[in-house]
């Protein structure tokens, strides 16, 4: 769509000058806070400063131009015309910060002492991280983040609008960024369908009980004939990928919890055996595992890709839930069995919450594998268990591409990985728990 | 309300000895504290008590009932542990609530309970914190408010104050002691502290090595220490231990004179050693006195001054220090010879070859 070898295209000036605008906005406030300003004040002129920036960037890169065309590598030279570019105005940025003056005070008792902060500090924190330049330069560090963030996310956006396109929209170029939404993409997706001639669609036009979806079907003279494929092949993803989920989060908990409680003989080797499973790429066993599959009856069966996914995450589940277990002192529960309660209650009401963490971080990602598994899922379904992942490939067949089907089947089957992480992310950043455990 | 009896309890890890065959019994009502200097085995009987840890062998008795294998929960015994164990995930006030609702009571029971007991260890206004965010005596006061709520038939407390600031502890000393002066609960409460020994215990229960040394109240701890383990741990400084040899009703000292045993004593002696035999003469600081007229010699070799009393520490003539309280005023320059004199009362002995004292027949 866009390459960096094209001359100053417009997407990365656009890109460019948001970025030096977003330094600008949030390091300028930095420094005019600790001089003594107001923080809108300093965002204001950090957001004029940041228009600069981004100008002299451009000007800056265009003026490279000459130098990094004598370099016979296009890529590199506009890389490095960047990259210098970026160094100059970094340097210019960081002179221009000792041209703020301080602001004047009414009264001499609000004066801090020399180099500290403007205001005083209640909050706890250490005396590096209030300074003004670290500030700013996380500031700086931040915007950079956000903006690579940013970038990571624009196959997503792109892959939403595409979604909603109609067919010329989607495989126009220049690419359209202004478009009408429609949702042809999806119904495509989701239906089986028939072509109609003309004089089949007056008659079909007739019909008094057409829903929505068969009236924007209609403009693209095409009758809905029933649900499509990719609806069974979500649900079978979403069936496999939780039970499997929910299955190696269980049994991992509870083996970890024996791992890590229990005297059990052997216990180390058992442990160093569960792990070995991670040791050879799954794709070294998908022929055995398919012929046994098939011997089995658990060819294309739910069951079958459960008891595999399952398989697969439970060591996973069980080293990293073991650890979290490890982290809880086991006079928790043992308060809890002295006060009058069953190993299992102890097990249920302290030891689960207190490993909610490390719960909610294997869910994750047992579900992440569960549900982007691709080569099992395409060697060991044909279609009664198949699920998403080897099916969207398969939307690409002969003749016309339906992107906008595409881009919407891939949405669809983002959607949940989205929903269980978001749900879980409470648990996921809240990283170790608040002991009231006493070391001494 | 409770007694708790231990017959031959005996804990081995391995073949390593936590805790050697020992025999307790804790009477109804009585605080009793297991004293000793780390990983001697304090913890490890505590916790056989409570059933968080099997026996080895022996026989543990809750009111005459043999429950060596019954399940905690059966016990109906309240544990306070060492690092207070409060659930993270919990606020102050489930925390507390946790045990009753093991046992199945109404809402208004809980909550009046948790309300009564908050009162009393005055947290009411730290109800809603998580124990993450509470101060260490904070934690300290849930943890026990969590154990005090549920009227348990005995209180086990792992050094409970081992994790809390020097001067907090004192507070939470009297509060503890308080606490149960007014319920009048059966205790047993381990330290490796002997000043909170002796504060708090009805009685005394010390152990070193895995074994017990010596059950008794913290009188007979303190001035019959029943071998020379207890004599050297009791007290801060320890009791002071003198070797000599025992001949003629006097105790030679190398080079530093003879102590004439008081009258009571020679008998006893004499069982012991016959007519000649070394023996180990022990006394307090406070029943040494420097005086002109001592028949003890020894030269200074530091003063401490404590606010109230002077600590005198004295070199005999075979080097050993010897610490002697003497009043404020007095003043010795280190380096001076001084006499010093024993209380007769307050002298004990014992046979360097078996470190127990020796025990006089009939006591006055
Ligand atoms: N679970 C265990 N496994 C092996 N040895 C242990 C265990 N618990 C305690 N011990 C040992 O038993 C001895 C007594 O420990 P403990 O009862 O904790 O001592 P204290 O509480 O008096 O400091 C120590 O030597 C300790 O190392
Ligand atoms: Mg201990």
Redesign the pocket.
């Known amino acids: 769509m866009f390459g960096l070898d094209i001359p100053l295209p417009e997407f990365w000036i656009a890109y460019f000058s948001l970025f030096w605008l977003l330094v600008g906005a949030t390091a300028t406030p930095v420094i005019f806070r600790h001089r003594g300003y107001s923080r809108l004040l300093g965002i204001l002129i950090g957001a004029v400063i940041g228009l600069v920036c981004a100008v002299l960037f451009v000007v800056l890169l265009a003026a490279l131009k000459p130098l990094a065309d004598l370099l016979d590598r296009p890529l590199l030279g506009t890389l490095l015309s960047m990259v210098i570019s970026a160094a100059v105005i970094l340097v210019l940025l960081v002179r221009a910060r000792r041209l703020v003056p301080e602001a004047r005070y009414d009264t001499a008792g609000t004066r801090p002492a020399t180099g500290g902060p403007h205001t005083p500090v209640t909050y706890s924190a250490r005396v590096d991280q209030v300074d003004p330049n670290r500030q700013a330069w996380q500031a700086i560090r931040a915007s950079v983040v956000v903006m690579l963030a940013a970038l990571t996310l624009t196959p997503v956006v792109w892959m939403s609008m595409t979604a909603f396109k109609s067919y010329p929209d989607a495989v126009a170029s220049p690419p359209k960024v202004a478009f009408d939404p429609t949702m042809e993409g999806i119904i495509t997706l989701l239906t089986r369908r028939r072509q109609m001639t003309d004089e089949q669609k007056a008659v079909y036009a007739q019909n008094e009980d057409l829903n929505w979806a068969d009236r924007v079907m209609l403009k693209s003279g095409q009758a809905i004939l029933g649900q499509s494929d990719y609806v069974k092949r979500l649900r079978n993803s979403l069936i496999i990928a939780s039970t499997s989920t929910v299955l190696s989060v269980t049994l991992g908990l509870l083996s970890a919890y024996a791992f890590s409680r229990f005297r059990i003989p052997g216990k180390g080797d058992l442990l160093f055996f569960i792990l070995s499973t991670r040791m050879l790429p799954p794709v070294v066993v998908t022929i055995p595992i398919f012929l046994m599959y098939r011997q089995l009856g658990l060819y294309d069966t739910h069951a079958g890709l459960i008891l595999l996914y399952t398989a697969f995450n439970l060591s996973f589940s069980v080293w990293l839930l073991k650890g979290f277990i490890d982290e809880i002192p086991k006079e928790y529960e043992e308060a809890a069995l002295v006060d009058g309660y069953t190993r299992l209650q102890a097990f249920i009401r302290i030891v689960m919450p207190e490993a909610m963490t490390g719960i909610a971080a294997t869910t994750v990602f047992c579900f992440i594998f569960a549900w982007n598994e691709y080569a099992f899922a395409l060697m060991l379904t044909a279609d009664k268990a198949r699920t998403a992942p080897p099916h969207i490939p398969s939307m690409i067949g002969t003749g016309l591409v339906e992107w906008a089907a595409i881009a919407a089947g891939s949405l669809f089957f983002l959607i949940p990985v989205v929903i269980v992480t978001f749900a879980l992310r409470k648990y996921l950043l809240r990283g170790v728990t608040f002991g009231a455990i006493r070391q001494g | 309300m409770a007694e708790i009896q231990l017959l031959q309890v005996e804990k081995k890890?391995g073949e390593?000895h936590?805790v050697k065959p020992m025999d307790l019994t804790v009477h109804d009502g009585e605080f009793v504290v297991l004293l000793?200097p780390?990983?001697?085995?304090?913890?490890?009987?505590l916790r056989m008590i409570s059933g968080l840890e099997t026996t080895t062998s022996g026989t543990i008795l809750l009111n005459g009932r043999d429950v060596t294998w019954a399940h905690p929960s059966e016990r109906d015994i309240a544990f306070v542990f060492q690092f207070f164990a409060l659930y993270s995930h919990m606020t102050a006030r489930q925390n507390i609530a946790f045990p009753l609702q093991a046992q199945g009571e109404s809402k208004e029971t809980v909550n009046q309970r948790v309300a009564e007991v908050s009162r009393l260890l005055q947290i009411e206004h730290i109800l809603d914190a998580r124990p993450g965010a509470l101060s260490g005596g904070d934690q300290q006061r849930v943890a026990l408010a969590r154990a005090l709520v549920r009227r348990p038939a005995a209180f086990l407390m792992d050094e409970p104050l081992g994790a809390l600031d020097a001067d907090f502890r004192e507070t939470m000393r009297a509060e503890i002691k308080r606490l149960h002066i007014d319920n009048q609960a059966t205790t047993v409460y381990?330290t490796?502290d002997q000043i909170e020994a002796m504060a708090m215990g009805d009685r005394i229960v010390v152990m070193s090595a895995?074994a017990v040394q010596q059950v008794g109240t913290p009188t007979e701890i303190y001035h019959d220490p029943a071998s020379l383990f207890v004599a050297r741990f009791i007290g801060s400084p320890g009791m002071n231990l003198v070797t000599g040899r025992y001949h003629g009703g006097q105790v030679h000292l190398p080079d530093c004179g003879a102590y004439t045993v008081p009258p009571q004593w020679i008998a006893p002696l004499n069982t012991a050693f016959g007519d000649d035999g070394d023996v180990i003469l022990g006394f307090r600081p406070e029943a040494a006195q420097v005086t002109p007229q001592g028949a003890l010699s020894a030269t200074v070799y530091a003063s401490d001054l404590h606010g109230s009393y002077t600590m005198l520490h004295l070199e005999l003539c075979d080097q050993t220090i010897v610490h002697v309280r003497s009043s404020r005023q007095s003043s010795h320059p280190i380096g001076t010879a001084v006499q010093f004199d024993l209380d007769p009362a307050m002298v004990r002995f014992f046979d360097p070859a078996t470190e127990a004292a020796i025990v006089p027949e009939v006591r006055a």
């Open positions: 890890f390593v936590a000793g780390s990983g001697c085995g304090k913890t490890t009987t381990v490796h895995a």
